[in-house]
């Protein structure tokens, strides 16, 4: 079958092929089958779903979703080496709808006489959840086998129906261990990889392995990238690498999964009370580039809902830090966001008036919306005062005790208690208050109602 021209659309080679020469050497050391590749065997070894179904020839729909570098592409090309099907790749980044359908719509000519095609789409999640239902109709009924690549959580960026019927096979990071035998094995391997050319001294592979971030792609680039600046016959040393690269660009996507995942891991350390954890996470998001007033509203919820009325000074804190970012900017805010961060770690916690708010939401949305008690009841009208607004009301102010126990609720959630607070912190005197005047309240109503 010949490749199709231009640049969407490849036929790929069998993966057994030594990549040329002249190619980067991420593309030169790739794994040539599945057992060169660093997986788990549930994923991929002999007994697995995916390894029994390429044995058979019979790989169903599956989205591969794993981190960068964690083998995705390689893992499909394996497929295309082993299968009879027409292989075609393209990527979602240059892709279009009308090209997909274009393709889809041979597949389905092809499969007619016998012919299967098996699509591997790059970055699938690049496709909106409109744009993906193309695929719908030829993956149901068999006309092709799509195999899609994500490094999102493909709950939340491919659409229900076309996840329902594909399998999801999941790549883990590349540990420490395999990423140090992959340098190793690239810097002296005469066939594909560098041959020798340069030395791996003290503390360079361990250097790279923490540069790559568990991407294998990223390591094998900047040991290559690092060959070139030092020349042939050079020792790498973590010392040189550190000078050729004077700092690496942080995993991280502002848009994507990894967002999230670091606000929850700083939100949650804050809330554990782990001030160092929480200045790592706030430092890995602002110096991946993060918005520094996303990172302040997170502190600001925070003071309110894990924080609360224990320290009522955090909530002043979060929104001065805030301030601080506006008027500062960046890089002098984040000083401002730590100092923050770390008196919200260190602060005693309540969610007492999280829970409170809830609870009273609940109650908004689950009961009737009953009117005010007429005792608090505004009568500013002889017509109001007539029907019984402001009927038995008591100014508190007149009262020596400060408050007249009035009922305020509806009369169907009255004696509810919403905000119980932990005695932690100031929220002990709050509850002291609190309890007081409970009692106090309920003792005058019950003196009222014996008049």
């Known amino acids: 079958m010949k490749a199709r021209s231009g640049e969407l659309f490849e036929e790929l080679e069998p993966v057994r092929e030594a990549a040329p020469s002249t190619a980067p050497l991420a593309e030169r050391y790739r794994p040539r089958d599945l057992a060169e590749m660093r997986l788990p065997g549930s994923v991929a070894g002999p007994g697995s779903l995916l390894g029994r179904a ?54 389905k000519r092809l499969a007619a006489r016998g012919e299967r095609t098996l699509l591997f789409v790059d970055e699938i999640h690049r496709f909106n959840r409109a744009q993906q239902d193309v695929f719908l109709p030829y993956v149901e009924s068999g006309a092709a086998t799509l195999v899609g690549a994500t490094t999102e959580n493909p709950s939340f960026e491919l659409n229900g ?22 340098l190793r094995g690239a ?18 592979v361990d250097w790279l392995v923490g540069f790559s971030d568990g991407d294998a792609r990223r390591a094998l680039n900047a ?4 060959v070139a600046h030092a020349g042939d016959g050079a020792v790498l040393t973590a010392d040189l690498l550190g000078e050729i690269y004077a700092r690496k660009s942080l995993l991280f996507d502002k848009s994507g999964e990894e967002h999230f995942n670091l606000i929850s891991a700083l939100h949650k350390s804050v809330r554990d009370s782990d001030a160092d954890a929480s200045l790592y ?53 984040a000083l401002a966001l730590a100092e923050a961060t770390v008196y919200l770690a260190l602060a005693p916690k309540s969610n007492a008036l999280y829970v409170a708010y809830g609870e009273a939401a609940r109650d908004v949305a689950e009961t009737p919306n009953a009117p005010p008690p007429a005792a608090i009841l505004n009568a500013p009208t002889r017509l109001m005062k007539d029907v019984g607004y402001g009927k038995g009301y ?16 509806p009369d169907a959630l009255a004696g509810r208690r919403y905000y119980r607070p932990k005695g932690t912190g100031r929220e002990a005197e709050a509850k002291r208050r609190l309890d007081e005047l409970r009692e106090l309240r309920e003792r005058l109503r019950r003196e009222r109602h014996r008049r």
Do not use: Q
């Not at 790989?59 to 960068?68: A, E, H, M, Q, Y």
């Not at 076309?162 to 395999?178: H, Y």
């Open 394 to 409: 008591v100014y508190a102010h007149d009262t020596a005790e400060g408050t007249a126990g009035l009922s305020c609720l």
């Open 281 to 333: 996470w706030l430092a890995r998001m602002l110096e991946a580039g993060e918005d520094p007033l996303f990172v302040a509203r997170r502190l600001v919820r925070a003071s309110t809902e894990d924080v609360g009325l224990a320290d009522p000074n955090a909530l002043r804190l979060a929104m001065a830090a805030r301030d601080a970012v506006h008027f500062l900017g960046m890089p002098e805010g």
């Open 187 to 204: 810097a002296s391997d005469e066939e594909r990889g560098l041959g020798g050319r340069v030395s791996l001294g003290e503390g360079a």
């Open 161 to 182: 129906a076309l996840l329902s019927r594909m399998r999801v096979v999941v790549l883990p990071p590349l540990s420490r261990d395999d990423l140090a035998e992959i």
């Open 223 to 226: 040991l290559e990238t690092a």
């Open 54 to 107: 390429i044995a058979a020839d019979r790989v169903p729909s599956i989205v591969l979703w794993g981190p960068p570098g964690s083998g995705k592409t390689t893992l499909a090309r394996i497929i295309a080496a082993r299968t009879k099907a027409r292989f075609l790749a393209f990527s979602a980044v240059v892709s279009g709808v009308r090209e997909i359908r274009e393709v889809l719509e041979e597949s």
